[in-house]
Structures are given as structure tokens and as C-alpha cells.
Nanobody, 125 residues
């Protein structure tokens, strides 16, 4: 069983930055590939970014590429999402998730077995 807890959300002005953290309660954090998803009001949950268990490979949604950076520290059981140049359309609840699947499955919501409770990010103009 993997428990995930996100933090770092909040209110920020457009153009600003936030760093989200997600800490896992699991013995073998390095055994999981990790992803970030988001869900805006009235919309479906969507993929944002993912990182492999070594941290050696990352994937991004086109909408955040060049602005967001996913990273992880396996010694701290934590995955991060650095968000720069935030836009109003980035407003959403952000969720981290863990999966033992790999490759193209990292973009697929249903491939993730474990989810955090989410953290709200609000970008104001």
C-alpha cells in the first residue's frame, strides 16, 4: 500500500511560481514511477507530467512543457513539480499518483494505482 500526501499549493499571480511536493509512505518508493495530474472545475482529470523511478526519464503534457519541471528525491520519498510562468488556465486541483507500470502507460490516468488527496493551485490575473 502506498499513501501519498501533496503540499505546496496556494494562490499565486499569473507569471508566478509554485513548487508542489508529494511525499510517499512506502518502503520502496524507488519501485514506483510517479505522475502529476490536475483537474479544473467542470473538467476531467488530465495528465501533467511523469517521471520514471530512477528520475532518468520525464514526460510532460504539451500545455506545460517548458514551464513545469518534475523531479524526485528517492532518499526523501518525494516527488516535486516546479511550476513557473503560471497561467490562469493552470488553476486546478493537482494530484500526485504512483504506478508500477511504465512506458506509454505513464500518460494514462487509469494506470496509476495510488493517488494523493490533491492540493489546490489558483492562479489569479
Amino acid at each position: 500500500q502506498v499513501q501519498l500526501v501533496e503540499s505546496g499549493g496556494g494562490l499565486v499571480q499569473a507569471g508566478g511560481s509554485l513548487r508542489l511536493s508529494c511525499t510517499a509512505s512506502v518502503r520502496t518508493f524507488s519501485g514506483y514511477n510517479m505522475g502529476w495530474f490536475r483537474q479544473a472545475p467542470g473538467k476531467e482529470r488530465e495528465f501533467v507530467a511523469a517521471i520514471t523511478w530512477t528520475g532518468g526519464s520525464t514526460i510532460y503534457a504539451d500545455s506545460v512543457k517548458g514551464r513545469f519541471t518534475i523531479s524526485r528525491d528517492n532518499t526523501k520519498n518525494t516527488v516535486y513539480l516546479q511550476m513557473n510562468s503560471l497561467k490562469r488556465e493552470d488553476t486546478a486541483v493537482y494530484y500526485c499518483a504512483a504506478t508500477e507500470r511504465y512506458g506509454g502507460w505513464l500518460l494514462v490516468l487509469s494506470a496509476y494505482e495510488y493517488w494523493g488527496q490533491g492540493t489546490q493551485v489558483t492562479v489569479s490575473s
